[in-house]
């Protein structure tokens, strides 16, 4: 069954906090991406990886961070969360990295910085 | 870079009529495929169209869609809307700077489609 998972789901943290989201899937899909969402802005890229310790900058990727070391598990990192960075956040992976494959989603994390 | 405008905000047709929601870009980079994909209410996006042809026509789920390069257009059409298809819907483009680099995908800022009985 190909599919992408993200942990946690719904997440609240203080502003200044670190936050870890992570995100699995089971395809051995080359590509990852981590995107946010929000209302009237649609999908914002924060980052790419092509592979493993392969990433690469989206439009959006200040602070944030990734980290990618094993094919089928990528991370995103905020240190020290700020309150403009409540979004849903949403990863996806794609096979290959030719760009013609189609990406899949995981079901979100809703992040709410307080 | 990449540009994705299309119809944006909220769309509402009545079921049964057409719907359209257009799309077009501007693109100084290598463009590989073209994407319009949906997202249900508190579901993930997911492809519901892709091409890469130009000028061909791609179908899927009553909606279709045709790639003209000459214009920089990618509109989703619909003859006959359902009240199943209310949800997000965008477009996207998939390109890379140059041979030899990575892709991205670039989306538009999204339509959300209510379909009214």
């Known amino acids: 069954d190909m599919k992408v998972t993200q942990m946690p789901r719904y997440l609240i943290k203080r502003m200044g906090e670190n936050v870890l989201l992570e995100c699995g899937q089971d395809?051995?899909?080359?590509?990852m991406y981590w995107y946010r969402q929000d209302p009237g802005l649609g999908l914002q890229l924060i980052y790419i990886s092509y592979d493993v310790d392969s990433n690469s900058e989206g439009d959006i990727p200040k602070g944030y961070r990734v980290s990618r070391k094993k094919r089928e598990h990528f991370s995103l990192i905020l240190d020290s969360a700020k309150t403009n960075q409540t979004s849903v956040y949403f990863c996806?992976?794609?096979?290959?990295?030719?760009?013609?494959?189609?990406?899949?989603f995981g079901p979100g994390t809703r992040l709410t910085v307080l | 870079g990449d540009s994705v405008t299309q119809t944006e905000g909220l769309v509402t047709v009545t079921e049964g009529l057409p719907v359209k929601l257009n799309c077009t870009y501007q693109?100084?980079?290598?463009?590989?495929?073209f994407f319009w994909y949906v997202q249900y209410l508190n579901e993930a996006p997911q492809v519901l169209l892709r091409?890469?042809?130009?000028?061909k026509r791609t179908e899927h789920q009553g909606f279709h869609a045709t790639l003209h390069k000459s214009s920089s257009s990618f509109h989703l059409q619909k003859s006959s809307a359902q009240l199943s298809d209310s949800a997000l819907y965008y477009c996207a483009l998939s390109g890379r700077m140059q041979q030899g680099t990575g892709s991205k995908l670039s989306f538009g800022k999204g339509a959300k489609l209510t379909v009214s009985p």
């Open positions: 395809m051995s899909h080359e590509t």
């Open positions: 693109t100084t980079y290598l463009t590989i495929a």
């Open positions: 996806a992976s794609s096979l290959g990295t030719g760009g013609y494959a189609e990406q899949f």
């Open positions: 091409s890469s042809t130009d000028n």
